[in-house]
């Protein structure tokens, strides 16, 4: 196999990369990694990580001098760190422990702890990275340790301490949050706190420390396993009891909003009919907060791309995920108004949302309850919205509440003065712009409250 | 020794390693002795944790690889 095929996010490794071929996701073994790989395989060390459902499975493809090639199962869409809620971030993190805890039992040892190598899937967090293992050598530390804490502890703390949204630095700190950085932002309290002091404070100071004398060398110092052992474990009991403070703003969206009850189960049967006539087996709803509406579908999904800009309602959706241990549903942190973007080497390692749910082709989009804020929160003219949804969505399920409506009314008087500047918000133009992308399919007007449903098919 | 091709671990994350961990063990002793003081005097708190703890089981091994044969 040419480096031409290699992807473009798998170069950090030199045990092997990641190509695509016609379409699949393969992996290609260097002969570097050749008796790491064997061991692991004859040991069923793979076998059992892959049971126990903690790494995503392989099938081996090729043997040849040269390399190896497997074909990993194939996830059908990529979500990273920076768009994870607090718990799943939380759960990747205990993954990853958990994984270290069971390989050095075995044997082997993770070589990196970067929260890249974990992906939500199938309803939870699960380990992609086949070959981040290597031989776990005697009284030596863990070398992934700063990797780990810079990774998935040092945002878990900012996110507890300074806000949910710290959790979005990954995607500025592609290779983890500075540890100097995550010390100087934590509150006094976190230097009292002796897990906390060692596991960051001190380590900020150690690795300031050791910075400048380096020379490469890095022979000195050596861990029983035993210590190690207390260090992963210290961090799971650590991790898995951190909590946050809800203040659910969104939380309960569904008590606060104007809808009567009659009007919401009129919304969720018509949603339910146009998504069986269409026969869509994956959706993504734009908004779709803790996945209400996502599972009143009757109809049997394959899976459901739930996002939301809203952190605690991502968390609760995650929560109820784990809770009724469903596989169909992901949820994920999303801004409509600043998508993932293009990020890394070349600005080609981690794809951007639009290039992801692009290849990703949902049979139906649902934006509900999303046009007024996109529109007179953001200022996003109808013809960028439509614009947008048409670049990703076969069939678009939109609702547009009218000018009445209390929501719509609450947004425009934050505008003031400037409120007429907003007189373009009507149904016609909204039909209008939207009939540029789309197809009329169906259009419903909702009983007893100021909102209309569309159903619409791309051009 | 694979891994020294990949990335620099940082040597004080290297050194430091030893303090974390015994850190981390007098609290995982503490916390032990505390969690069974507690069950002793009938005060432990249920859990309604969605997490499991980190020991991968057999169970979850085995029954796994059962169903995959079928």
Same mark, same amino acid.
């Given at each position: 196999m040419t480096s031409s095929s290699r992807h473009s996010s798998s170069f950090r490794d030199p045990s092997g990369f990641i190509f695509v071929d016609q379409g699949i996701i393969k992996r290609s073994i260097s002969p570097l990694?050749?008796?790491?790989?064997?061991?692991?395989?004859t040991t069923d060390f793979y076998k059992k990580l892959q049971h126990a459902g903690l790494l995503i499975s392989h099938k081996e493809l090729s043997v040849s001098k040269e390399e190896i090639i497997i074909e990993p199962e194939q996830v059908s869409f990529i979500n990273y760190p920076y768009e994870w809620s607090f718990n799943q971030y939380k759960e990747a993190a205990l993954l990853t422990l958990k994984i270290q805890k069971f390989a050095l039992e075995n044997g082997f040892s993770l070589k990196d702890a970067s929260a890249f190598n974990v992906t939500f899937y199938k309803g939870k967090m699960i380990f992609i990275d086949t070959l981040s293992f290597d031989f776990y050598q005697d009284n030596s530390p863990w070398r992934a340790y700063k990797q780990f804490i810079s990774h998935f502890f040092g945002p878990l703390l900012l996110a507890k301490y300074n806000g949910l949204e710290s959790l979005k630095l990954m995607n500025s700190f592609i290779d983890g949050v500075p540890i100097?950085?995550?010390?100087s932002m934590l509150p006094f309290k976190t230097k009292l706190n002796p897990f906390l002091y060692s596991n960051i404070h001190l380590l900020a100071k150690f690795e300031d420390k050791h910075n400048e004398d380096y020379k490469g060398n890095s022979k000195a110092s050596s861990l029983s396993k035993k210590a190690q052992l207390n260090i992963i474990k210290g961090l799971y009991d650590f991790i898995k009891k951190m909590s946050i403070e809800r203040s659910s703003e969104w939380g309960n969206y569904y008590d606060k909003t104007n809808y009567a009850n009659d009007a919401f189960d009129q919304k969720a049967s018509i949603i339910d009919g146009w998504i069986n006539n269409l026969d869509a087996k994956t959706v993504i709803d734009v908004g779709g907060n803790d996945g209400t509406f996502v599972r009143k579908i009757k109809q049997e999904?394959? %899976?459901?791309?739930?996002?939301?800009?809203?952190?605690?309602?991502?968390?609760?959706?995650?929560?109820?995920?784990?809770?009724?241990? %469903?596989?169909?549903?992901?949820?994920?942190?999303?801004d409509v108004l600043n998508p993932s973007a293009n990020i890394g080497f070349n600005n080609k390692e981690r794809d951007s949302f639009l290039k992801r749910i692009e290849a990703y082709e949902p049979d139906v989009t649902m934006a509900l309850a999303v046009i007024h804020h996109m529109t007179l929160s953001g200022n996003i003219p109808f013809e960028m919205s439509a614009e947008f949804f048409s670049k990703f969505s076969k069939h678009l399920i939109i609702e547009f509440p009218k000018r009445n409506d209390s929501w719509v009314q609450r947004l425009l008087n934050t505008k003031g003065e400037f409120k007429a500047h907003f007189d373009f918000y009507n149904i016609n133009n909204f039909e209008s712009s939207y009939s540029n992308y789309f197809q009329l399919i169906e259009k419903v007007s909702i009983d007893n409250s100021e909102r209309v449903m569309y159903a619409y098919k791309a051009l | 020794m694979i891994h020294l091709?990949?990335?620099?671990?940082?040597?004080?994350?290297?050194?430091?390693q030893a303090i974390v961990a015994a850190v981390a063990g007098v609290l995982l002793f503490s916390k032990n002795l505390l969690y069974k003081i507690k069950l002793f005097l009938g005060i432990s708190k249920p859990n309604d944790d969605v997490f499991d703890d980190i020991d991968v089981k057999d169970s979850d091994i085995e029954s796994k690889s059962n169903s995959d044969k079928q």
């Open positions: 990694y050749f008796k790491q790989y064997n061991a692991l395989k100097k950085m995550v010390a999904l394959k %899976e459901a791309l739930v996002c939301d800009i809203d952190y605690n309602a991502v968390d609760a959706n995650h929560k109820y995920v784990k809770q009724h241990k %469903e596989s169909y549903m992901l949820p994920f942190v999303f | 091709l990949y990335f620099d671990p940082g040597l004080g994350a290297m050194i430091i």
